[in-house]
Nanobody
Protein backbone atom coordinates (compact mmCIF):
# COMPACT_ATOMS: atom_id res chain seq x y z
CA UNK A 1 0.00 0.00 0.00
CA UNK A 2 1.26 3.45 -0.94
CA UNK A 3 -0.22 6.71 0.29
CA UNK A 4 0.50 9.92 -1.57
CA UNK A 5 0.13 13.45 -0.26
CA UNK A 6 0.54 16.46 -2.55
CA UNK A 7 1.32 19.99 -1.46
CA UNK A 8 2.42 23.30 -2.91
CA UNK A 9 -0.57 24.41 -4.92
CA UNK A 10 -1.86 27.95 -4.86
CA UNK A 11 -2.82 31.07 -6.78
CA UNK A 12 -0.15 32.66 -8.96
CA UNK A 13 0.05 35.03 -11.90
CA UNK A 14 0.91 34.11 -15.46
CA UNK A 15 4.66 33.78 -15.86
CA UNK A 16 5.23 32.80 -12.25
CA UNK A 17 6.66 29.53 -10.97
CA UNK A 18 5.27 26.99 -8.56
CA UNK A 19 6.68 23.86 -7.01
CA UNK A 20 4.46 20.90 -6.19
CA UNK A 21 5.62 18.11 -3.92
CA UNK A 22 4.32 14.60 -3.47
CA UNK A 23 5.42 12.58 -0.48
CA UNK A 24 4.80 8.84 -0.44
CA UNK A 25 4.57 6.32 2.33
CA UNK A 26 6.01 2.85 1.98
CA UNK A 27 9.40 1.21 1.97
CA UNK A 28 9.60 0.42 -1.74
CA UNK A 29 9.22 3.94 -3.07
CA UNK A 30 12.15 3.60 -5.46
CA UNK A 31 10.42 0.75 -7.28
CA UNK A 32 7.46 2.95 -8.22
CA UNK A 33 7.08 5.32 -11.10
CA UNK A 34 5.44 8.61 -10.11
CA UNK A 35 3.21 10.53 -12.43
CA UNK A 36 1.59 13.95 -12.34
CA UNK A 37 -1.84 14.47 -13.86
CA UNK A 38 -4.17 17.43 -13.88
CA UNK A 39 -7.87 17.96 -14.25
CA UNK A 40 -9.49 21.24 -15.17
CA UNK A 41 -13.22 21.87 -14.63
CA UNK A 42 -15.27 20.05 -17.23
CA UNK A 43 -12.27 18.22 -18.66
CA UNK A 44 -10.81 14.77 -18.33
CA UNK A 45 -7.77 14.03 -16.24
CA UNK A 46 -4.68 14.63 -18.38
CA UNK A 47 -1.08 13.48 -18.21
CA UNK A 48 1.44 16.15 -17.25
CA UNK A 49 4.66 14.28 -16.68
CA UNK A 50 6.17 11.28 -14.94
CA UNK A 51 9.39 9.78 -13.70
CA UNK A 52 10.31 6.13 -13.44
CA UNK A 53 11.72 4.58 -10.32
CA UNK A 54 14.65 2.54 -11.55
CA UNK A 55 16.51 4.80 -13.94
CA UNK A 56 14.55 7.97 -13.30
CA UNK A 57 13.64 8.34 -16.94
CA UNK A 58 11.11 11.12 -17.47
CA UNK A 59 8.35 12.01 -19.88
CA UNK A 60 6.24 15.11 -20.36
CA UNK A 61 3.12 16.21 -22.13
CA UNK A 62 3.84 18.44 -25.11
CA UNK A 63 1.94 21.28 -23.47
CA UNK A 64 4.43 21.48 -20.60
CA UNK A 65 7.73 20.49 -22.22
CA UNK A 66 10.41 23.05 -21.55
CA UNK A 67 8.41 24.60 -18.70
CA UNK A 68 7.86 21.77 -16.22
CA UNK A 69 10.43 19.38 -14.79
CA UNK A 70 10.13 16.40 -12.47
CA UNK A 71 12.72 15.02 -10.13
CA UNK A 72 12.58 12.56 -7.28
CA UNK A 73 14.36 12.13 -3.99
CA UNK A 74 14.15 8.46 -3.07
CA UNK A 75 15.77 9.10 0.32
CA UNK A 76 12.84 11.37 1.20
CA UNK A 77 10.19 9.34 -0.65
CA UNK A 78 9.34 12.50 -2.55
CA UNK A 79 8.80 13.65 -6.10
CA UNK A 80 8.72 17.28 -7.14
CA UNK A 81 7.02 18.97 -10.08
CA UNK A 82 8.71 22.28 -10.82
CA UNK A 83 6.43 24.47 -12.92
CA UNK A 84 7.86 27.56 -14.60
CA UNK A 85 6.35 30.13 -16.96
CA UNK A 86 2.87 29.22 -15.83
CA UNK A 87 -0.08 30.01 -18.08
CA UNK A 88 -3.78 30.43 -17.29
CA UNK A 89 -4.43 27.16 -19.14
CA UNK A 90 -2.33 25.36 -16.54
CA UNK A 91 -5.10 25.99 -14.02
CA UNK A 92 -6.31 22.64 -12.69
CA UNK A 93 -6.25 20.26 -9.78
CA UNK A 94 -2.92 18.45 -9.90
CA UNK A 95 -2.68 14.83 -8.81
CA UNK A 96 0.28 12.65 -7.98
CA UNK A 97 -0.01 8.95 -8.83
CA UNK A 98 2.13 5.85 -8.45
CA UNK A 99 2.57 2.62 -10.39
CA UNK A 100 5.18 -0.12 -10.10
CA UNK A 101 7.91 -0.17 -12.69
CA UNK A 102 8.11 2.19 -15.64
CA UNK A 103 5.86 5.22 -15.98
CA UNK A 104 2.78 5.42 -18.15
CA UNK A 105 0.96 8.36 -19.71
CA UNK A 106 -2.40 6.65 -19.16
CA UNK A 107 -4.08 7.45 -15.85
CA UNK A 108 -5.79 4.05 -15.88
CA UNK A 109 -2.44 2.34 -15.38
CA UNK A 110 -1.77 3.98 -12.03
CA UNK A 111 -2.59 2.16 -8.82
CA UNK A 112 -2.35 4.84 -6.16
CA UNK A 113 -3.48 8.47 -6.18
CA UNK A 114 -3.13 11.49 -3.97
CA UNK A 115 -5.98 13.80 -3.04
CA UNK A 116 -4.90 16.56 -5.42
CA UNK A 117 -3.80 20.15 -5.00
CA UNK A 118 -5.32 23.18 -6.72
CA UNK A 119 -3.21 25.34 -9.00
CA UNK A 120 -4.77 28.56 -10.27
CA UNK A 121 -2.96 30.84 -12.71
CA UNK A 122 -4.42 34.28 -13.27
CA UNK A 123 -3.83 36.29 -16.42
Amino acid sequence: QVQLVESGGGLVQAGDSLRLSCVASGRTFSSYALGWFRQAPGKERAFVGAISGSNSGTGYADSVKGRFTIHRDNARNAVVLQMNSLKPEDTAVYYCAAVRGYYSTDARDYTYWGQGTQVTVSS
